[in-house]
C-alpha cells in the first residue's frame, strides 16, 4: 500500500478504519467549500478533492483484500478451522483482526459465543448477521433454533431437560413429556447446526 494515500487522508498507517473514514469526511468538507474559491487557491482544491476520492478507494479497498486473505487462505477459513480444533481464543483473536465485518464475521461470531456458552450474545450477532444478509437459509436456521433455545432457558431458569418436579412414571424411566421430547430435539439442533456449518465433527 502506498504510503502517500494515507498522507492525503492525513491519517497514520496505523489508524482504525473509523480514524480513516472520520478524516475523509472532515477533508471532503473542507476541499468542497474551498474549490469554489478564485484562481489558483480553488483549483487546487478541487486537485485535491479528486486525489482525497482516489486515495480513500484505495486504502478501504485494500483493507478489504487484507481482511479477507492470511497468508493466501481465505481468514474465514482460518477462523472455522481454530473453532474445529476447539482452539476459541484463536477463533477470537482471529474475528478480532478483521477490519471489514460483513454478516458472515458476524455469524462465525456467533459461533464463538455460543462455544463460550454466552447464549444471548451468540444471538444478538445472528441477528446481525441476518439484518446484513436477510437471505442465508444458513443463518436463520441458526437463529430460529438458538432463540428457542434461549427462550425456553429464560422461561424455565435453566437447562431444559431439568424437571423440578417431575411425575412419578418420570421418576421411573417412564415416557418424556412433548415439551421435554421437543427441547432436546431443539438442543440437538443448535448443536449439530453449529457444529456442521464450521465443518466440526
Not at 153 to 164: E, L
Request: glycine share 6%.
Amino acid at each position: 500500500m502506498n504510503s502517500e494515500f494515507y498522507k492525503i487522508l492525513e491519517v497514520d498507517e496505523n489508524a482504525t478504519d473509523e480514524e480513516i473514514k472520520a478524516s475523509y469526511e472532515r477533508l471532503k468538507e473542507k476541499y468542497n467549500e474551498e474549490k469554489w474559491q478564485e484562481g489558483e487557491a480553488g483549483n487546487e482544491a478541487a486537485r485535491m478533492l479528486d486525489k482525497l476520492e482516489a486515495a480513500y478507494r484505495e486504502v478501504t479497498d485494500s483493507r478489504r483484500i487484507k481482511s479477507q486473505s492470511t497468508d493466501g487462505a481465505d481468514s474465514f477459513e482460518e477462523v472455522t478451522k481454530a473453532i474445529k480444533a476447539g482452539n476459541i481464543p484463536l477463533a477470537q483473536e482471529l474475528l478480532d483482526g478483521f477490519n471489514e465485518r460483513n454478516a458472515e464475521w458476524h455469524y462465525l461470531q456467533s459461533v464463538v459465543y455460543y462455544k463460550k456458552n454466552w447464549l444471548v450474545d451468540s444471538k444478538k450477532q445472528l441477528e446481525i448477521a441476518i439484518q446484513m444478509d436477510g437471505a442465508n437459509g444458513k443463518y436463520k436456521d441458526a437463529y430460529e433454533k438458538l432463540k428457542a433455545q434461549t427462550d425456553y432457558s429464560s422461561q424455565t431458569g435453566g437447562a431444559p431437560n431439568i424437571n423440578p418436579n417431575p411425575a412419578p412414571e418420570r421418576e421411573m424411566g417412564g415416557n418424556w413429556c412433548s415439551t421435554c421430547a421437543s427441547m432436546c430435539y431443539t438442543y440437538l439442533c443448535i448443536n449439530c447446526l453449529f457444529n456442521l456449518c464450521c465443518g466440526c465433527r
